[in-house]
Structures are given as structure tokens and as C-alpha cells.
């Protein structure tokens, strides 16, 4: 990987191209088209899979949570068939940031975890698997599903590390500083033992 071989055209580009799949809010139609109502009427007000299902139904959780992931995935593999790595780790940055500030819903939108998730299988698969087995993991254990997010996040950049990927790790950390952002509420109740388990009310 070179230094940066990318124009100023390139990195616009590939940050438009991830931005605007990133974008996409995949929880906010699914259950629209499902008759569900406005997903940001209920519980946290997020466009994610954890919010979508408080609506009761796991279809469309298990399919926002896909489609988040596959739109980080598909931003990161287009950027690299275009424009190498570099390109790569902006659209995946872009994706992250496009479904959490969506110019569809007035800058507003989720907390990027499904989307973080699609990029690192994007990326470096080997660090996606090990984020998603991290999250499965936490998930269960405690069912908390932000605790299992930080987890998986706080771990991805250590899990590049340990393959040898210096560039990768240390992109990796920006998300996972992203991921964390995003999730500062979170973590306050997480702190104070307030926040609500999988399949709860809340944010």
C-alpha cells in the first residue's frame, strides 16, 4: 500500500460513493413498506435493526441488520475495484458516517454498527468474522446489544493487529472512535447499569 496515491477526484468520488450507499435508510423503509409505521417514532428513534425490532418483528430487524451491512460492504468492495485500498478505507469511512448522518432523513439516522460491521467484512474479512462472532458472543452472554457493539469494536482494531495488518489496525481504531461517538449515550447508562437488554424498550 503506498502512502496515498489518490486525487483530491478520487477521494471525493469514493467518499460519495460510500457516503450516499451508507446513506440508505434500510430500517426506515423496511417498516414502511411492512405497514409498521415510522420506525423513529418508537423506542431509541434510530433506523437500526436493535430499534427495528421493537417493533415486534424479526424479519425486518434481521433484514435492516443485513442490508445495513451489505451497503458498508458494497461501498468498501466498488471503492476498491476503482481506486485500491485507499479508496477503500473512505468509502468505508463515508458508509459509516452516511448511515448515521443520512441526507434522506434530515442528517439523522442510526449508529452505524451493522454498516461497521459490512466494512470490516469488506475490508479484511478475517476482522469482520472475528467482529460479528464478538457481537454474537457479548449478545448472549449479557444481551445487551450496545455493550456487545462497543465490544466488537474496541476489539477490531486489536483483532487486525494480531494478522499483521498495520494499516488496516490502525483505520480500524477510527472506527471503532466513531462507533463509540455515536454511542455516548450508551455507555452513560451502560455506567449507571440503565441501559435495556435485546428485545427491550429504549434507546
Given amino acids: 500500500m503506498t502512502a496515498f ?24 423503509l423496511i417498516t414502511r413498506l411492512a405497514g409498521l409505521g415510522d420506525v423513529r417514532m418508537i423506542g431509541s428513534g434510530n433506523i437500526g435493526a436493535t430499534n427495528v425490532l421493537r417493533t415486534g418483528k424479526k424479519w425486518a430487524a434481521a433484514l435492516t441488520l443485513l442490508l445495513d451491512a451489505a451497503k458498508g460492504a458494497g461501498a468498501v468492495l466498488a471503492a476498491r475495484s476503482l481506486w485500491g485500498a485507499e479508496g477503500a478505507m473512505i468509502a468505508a469511512l463515508a458508509a459509516v458516517l452516511g448511515h448515521v448522518f443520512s441526507v ?4 439523522k439516522g442510526g449508529k452505524g454498527v451493522a454498516t461497521f460491521i459490512g466494512v470490516m467484512l469488506g475490508l479484511f474479512w ?14 448472549w452472554l449479557f444481551r445487551i446489544s450496545s455493550l456487545s457493539a462497543l465490544v466488537a469494536a474496541a476489539l477490531a482494531p ?14 480500524t481504531l477510527v472506527l471503532t472512535i466513531v462507533i463509540f461517538l455515536t454511542h455516548h449515550d450508551n455507555i452513560y447508562r451502560l455506567w449507571h447499569g ?4 435485546i428485545g427491550a424498550g429504549g434507546t
Avoid at 496515491?5 to 426506515?28: E, K, R
Avoid at 469482520?128 to 449478545?139: H, I, K, M, P, Q
Avoid at 486489536?158 to 483505520?171: D, E, I, R, S, V
Fill in 194 to 197: 440503565k441501559e435495556p437488554r
Fill in 5 to 28: 496515491a489518490l486525487s483530491w477526484s478520487d477521494v471525493f468520488q469514493s467518499a460519495a460513493i460510500g457516503y450516499l450507499l451508507g446513506s440508505i435508510p434500510f430500517g426506515f
Fill in 158 to 171: 486489536a483483532y487486525t493487529m494480531a494478522f499483521g495488518n498495520l494499516p488496516y489496525a490502525l483505520f
Fill in 126 to 139: 478475517p476482522t469482520g468474522l472475528l467482529a460479528v462472532a464478538t457481537w454474537l458472543f457479548v449478545a
Fill in 104 to 107: 434522506w432523513l434530515g442528517f
